[in-house]
């Protein structure tokens, strides 16, 4: 869990670290699994559609509008919380 604190927001000098690319991707991945393919890639094209530079508050905003406050919900927690969330539909636990 240490290997992996919540991104934040990275200096340009750290966009590459484990945080910001595994926590945003496994973010994208548990939306993904919560909504089923056909909405989640919908919303990706909604969200590609509508944007130029985007923040992350952008995004969970999006989510939001698009996708309910739940998700939403669900994607503030793997980006900002303290413990990475386990996946048990796909038996992933935390590291830690």
Known sequence: ???YPP?????????FNPS????????LVALRDSVGDERF??????YVAGTSTVTTESFIDL???ELGHDR?????VWVTD???PDME???LKAPG
């Not at 910001?20 to 973010?27: D, H, P």
């Open 63 to 65: 989510v939001d509008r």
């Open 41 to 46: 890639f919908e919303f990706l094209r909604t």
């Open 1 to 3: 869990r240490e290997s």
């Open 20 to 27: 910001v690319y595994l926590r945003g991707a496994l973010a």
């Open 72 to 76: 939403a919900q669900l994607v503030r």
């Open 7 to 15: 991104p934040d927001h990275p200096r340009s000098g750290d966009l």
């Open 82 to 84: 303290l413990v990475i």
């Open 89 to 91: 539909e796909r038996g």
